[in-house]
């Protein structure tokens, strides 16, 4: 407390309170009395997901003017954290929203206000879990994260995404069912011999369908069935399907 207290009184904080939310968990001395009984594994959270000019909750007061008036979502942060970091292993780990709200808002301001800020950080931020109404910051992060990460990783190397997708497509293709032949992915019309019997013709996922006329789909798989050198009769032309 003598940490928080000399922190507080260097920045002429004027709240009439010491609240959870009011305690600078981004100054290096209140950081170091906070964690020096947890494991080392606590800065990178806190760095990230709680307080800090790096953090989280500090850019999302910058992006939303009604937030960063009353630094809401780093007073919210700072709350959940020390309420939830010394009692990981509890029982009934986290703290409620409403107890969340008894540790930010002060007299005149909106508990609305902070409601917002819990909803934002919870929706983004890495290590916050919530179950119901109870919220924690844990050392790992959540799946939810891990899984938006992992698929925006996956967007930047679309080339990947689509060499894995027709490798599992064409595997699954080696099952011909009832037909006499497949014919994954074809480039052109010239991949699928003009034969008589019946046979499926599978597109890639690039040419997508939809039920309106026109589609991707339909376009290639037209151009396919056009594109051959050597047409039976009309009523003879094999099917094409794809999908």
């Not at 170091?32 to 953090?55: C, M």
């Not at 808002?105 to 206000?113: A, F, K, L, N, Q």
């Not at 799946?143 to 996956?154: I, M």
């Amino acid at each position: 407390m003598a940490a928080v207290i000399h922190s507080l009184w260097e920045k002429g904080d004027k709240n009439p309170l010491i609240m959870p939310a009011n305690i600078a968990i981004d100054d290096t001395r209140v950081q170091f009395e906070l964690t020096r009984y947890l494991s080392d594994n606590w800065v990178p959270v806190i760095e990230k997901d709680v307080d800090g000019p790096n953090s989280l909750p500090l850019r999302i007061d910058g992006e939303v003017p009604n937030l960063g008036k009353f630094a809401a979502c780093r007073r919210v942060a700072r709350t959940i954290y020390m309420g939830s970091a010394p009692l990981m292993k509890a029982a009934h780990r986290g703290i409620e929203d409403r107890r969340v709200k008894l540790g930010c808002v002060m007299p005149g301001e909106s508990p609305s206000v902070f409601v917002d800020a819990l909803r934002r950080l919870a929706a983004a931020a890495t290590y916050l879990y919530q179950d119901g109404p109870r919220y924690w910051y844990s050392t790992q992060p959540t799946v939810t994260k891990l899984a938006e990460d992992r698929a925006e990783q996956l967007k930047r190397d679309p080339d990947k995404v689509m060499h894995e997708l027709d490798g599992r497509l064409r595997k699954d293709l080696e099952r011909k069912g009832d037909f006499s032949r497949i014919h994954p992915l074809p480039q052109s019309g010239q991949d699928v011999p003009d034969d008589l019997d019946a046979r499926l013709v599978v597109i890639g996922i690039n040419h997508s369908y939809g039920k309106e006329s026109g589609s991707a789909a339909e376009i290639a798989a037209k151009a396919i069935l056009e594109s051959r050198a050597v047409y039976p009769a009309l009523s003879q032309r094999p099917r094409l399907s794809c999908r």
